[in-house]
C-alpha cells in the first residue's frame, strides 16, 4: 500500500481495513514522522511508529530494517495501545537491523531547521529522522537497534557523543549549548532496551521463511510517493524511499514477491511542510478543503497545505510505484462544490508539460493546465456501494481512474472502515 501524493492520503484506514485478512503487517521505511489514523466505531487509533494493521489481534507486525526506531516512542505507542485493550504480546517484531533514533539526530533536525534559509525551508517534523538516516548511510557514527544490547554500546555512544557535541557546537557557537551527556543517554536507552529486547530480532530471513511458507504481508508504506528521497521533489522530501520501489530495500523481501499494489490517492492535494506544490489553493477554496477534510496533521497539528487533485503528479508516482489499481480516498470532503478542477498539464512560457518535472525550482514555475470537472452537492458519507454515488461523484473517479490507467477498486467516503465502497476488479 502506496501513498501517491504528498503523504495523509488515509494510508492507516487502508491498511486496516485489509489487515482483517493478512497475516503480517511490515513498517519499512520512514520513523516517527508517520501519522496513521485507524477508525474503528468509537475508536480511534493514531500510529506514529508500529504498523497500522497491529490493530487486528491476529496480524504479526514488523518494523523493519529500512525504519529509523526512536525506542521511546515504540514503548509510547506500546502503551497507548495497551489502554486502549489491543494486546500486542508476541505478535510484534523489531528488526535488529534498524536504525535507532538517538537524542542528538533530533538536536540535529531542530538546528538545520533554524539555520536553513527561507527558501530551502524543509518543515520536517522534527522526529530526527533526516539526520538518523543522514549517520546510517556514512556509517561511522550509527548504532542499530541490535547494538543497544551488545557489550560496547556505552562505549559507541561516548565515542559518537564526543564527536557530535563538537560537531552541535560549530553549527550553532552563538547559543548557549547544554552538551549531550554520554552516561545519561547510555541508562536512558538501556532503560528502553530492557523493554523491548524481546521483540528485537532478525526480521529478514524470517519475512523470508513466512512467505516461502504461505504468509500473506502487506508492506505499509509511510510518506507518499513525492516524498520519495530519490523520485520526489527533492529537496523537499522525506530522507526514505516512500514510493513503491522502497518495498525491497526497506524491507529485505525481492521483488518476485509482491503481486499487487495498492496505490493510495486522496481526491485533493495536501502537503505539509515546503516545497513546490502546483495545484495549492492559498484562498477560500483550499480552506473549505481543509476545513471538510479536517486537514491538520496527525504528527505534528499544523494545517495542511490544500489543492486541486493533480493528475500529472498522480500518473508519475502511480508509475514510479507500479500500482496494479487505485483507491481513491476521501471523496466526502469534496460534496458541495459546483464545479472541480483537476491538473492535467502543466504550463511554463509556452511550453506544456505533460511530466512531472525533476527539479523542484521547475516545479515551483509551473502554472496547472485545468480540467473543469462538474461538481456534486449531495454528502456521500453513507454511500456504500458504487450506485449509491451522484452521477458527477463517479465521473470523478472515472477521471482519475482514465488518467492513471488503472482501475479504481475502492472508494473511501469517511474515516470509519465501514465508510468504504469496494468495485470487485473484472
Ligand atoms: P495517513 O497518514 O495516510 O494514514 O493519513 P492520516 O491518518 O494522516 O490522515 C487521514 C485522515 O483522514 C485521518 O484523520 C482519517 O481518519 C481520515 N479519513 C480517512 N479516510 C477518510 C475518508 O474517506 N473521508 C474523510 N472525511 N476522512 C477520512
Ligand atoms: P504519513 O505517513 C505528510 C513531510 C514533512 C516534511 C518532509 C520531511 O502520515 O503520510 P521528515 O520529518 O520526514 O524529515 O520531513 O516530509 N512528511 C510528511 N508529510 N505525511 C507524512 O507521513 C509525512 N512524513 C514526513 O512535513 O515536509
Ligand atoms: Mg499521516
Redesign the pocket.
Known amino acids: 500500500m502506496i501513498?501517491l501524493q504528498?503523504?495523509?492520503?488515509a494510508?492507516g484506514k487502508l491498511v486496516d481495513l485489509f489487515a482483517a485478512d493478512q497475516d503480517i503487517v511490515v513498517r519499512y521505511q520512514?520513523g516517527a514522522?508517520?501519522?496513521?489514523t485507524v477508525v474503528v466505531g468509537d475508536k480511534v487509533y493514531k500510529l506514529h511508529h508500529l504498523p497500522s494493521g497491529i490493530v487486528h489481534p491476529h496480524a504479526v507486525a514488523i518494523v523493519g530494517p529500512g525504519v529509523v526506531t526512536n525506542p521511546k516512542t515504540i514503548i509510547g505507542e506500546l502503551d497507548s495501545l495497551t489502554s486502549q485493550g489491543v494486546s500486542y504480546q508476541g505478535r510484534l517484531w523489531l528488526s535488529d537491523r534498524s536504525h535507532v533514533v538517538m537524542p542528538w539526530h533530533v538536536l540535529e533536525d531542530q538546528l538545520t531547521d533554524r539555520l536553513s534559509g527561507k527558501d530551502n525551508h524543509?518543515?520536517?517534523?522534527?522526529?530526527g529522522?533526516?539526520p538518523c538516516y543522514r549517520d546510517k548511510v556514512g556509517r561511522s557514527h550509527a548504532i542499530r537497534l541490535g547494538d543497544l544490547s551488545r557489550p560496547e554500546f556505552p562505549r559507541r555512544v561516548e565515542e559518537i557523543v564526543a564527536v557530535k557535541n563538537q560537531m552541535l557546537r560549530s553549527m550553532d557557537p552563538g547559543s548557549a549549548w547544554e552538551p549531550l551527556n554520554a552516561a545519561e543517554i547510555t541508562e536512558q536507552y538501556l532503560g528502553y532496551t530492557k523493554i523491548l529486547a524481546p521483540m528485537i530480532r532478525e526480521t529478514t530471513q524470517w519475512l523470508l521463511d513466512a512467505l516461502e511458507a504461505g504468509k500473506r504481508v502487506l508492506f505499509e508504506g509511510?510518506?507518499?510517493a513525492l516524498?520519495d528521497i530519490d523520485h520526489g521533489t527533492f529537496p523537499?522530501?522525506?530522507?526514505s524511499n516512500s514510493s513503491g520501489v522502497g518495498i525491497c530495500g526497506g524491507s529485505g523481501v525481492p521483488p518476485m514477491w509482491i503481486d499487487k499494489v495498492v496505490g493510495v490517492v486522496k481526491a485533493y492535494s495536501t502537503r505539509?511542510?515546503?516545497?513546490p506544490m502546483a495545484t495549492e489553493l492559498d484562498n477560500e477554496i483550499g480552506q473549505r478543503i481543509r476545513e471538510r477534510g479536517r486537514e491538520y496533521g496527525?504528527?505534528t497539528g499544523r494545517p495542511r497545505r490544500c489543492g486541486y487533485l493533480d493528475l500529472v503528479a498522480l500518473r508519475y508516482t502511480a508509475r514510479l510505484s507500479g500500482v496494479s489499481s487505485l483507491a481513491v480516498m476521501m471523496l466526502d470532503v469534496l460534496s458541495g462544490f459546483d464545479k472541480l478542477e483537476v491538473a492535467t498539464a502543466y504550463r511554463i512560457g509556452d511550453e506544456v508539460l505533460e511530466r512531472f518535472p525533476s527539479h523542484a525550482d521547475d516545479l515551483k514555475q509551473v502554472q496547472p493546465v485545468y480540467e473543469t470537472l462538474p461538481g456534486w452537492k449531495e454528502e456521500i458519507t453513507t454511500a456504500r456501494r458504487w450506485e449509491d454515488l451522484p452521477p458527477n461523484a463517479q465521473a470523478y473517479v472515472r477521471r482519475i481512474s482514465a488518467a492513471v490507467g488503472k482501475p479504481v477498486e475502492w472508494v473511501s467516503v469517511g474515516p470509519d472502515r465501514s465508510q468504504t465502497i469496494h468495485l470487485p476488479l473484472k
Do not use: Y
Not at 33 to 36: C, I, K
Open positions: 501513498g504528498w503523504g495523509d492520503e494510508k520512514g514522522n508517520a501519522g496513521h524543509i518543515g520536517t517534523t522534527m522526529r529522522i533526516g509511510a510518506q507518499g516524498l523537499f522530501v522525506t530522507s505539509v511542510g515546503g516545497g496527525t504528527t
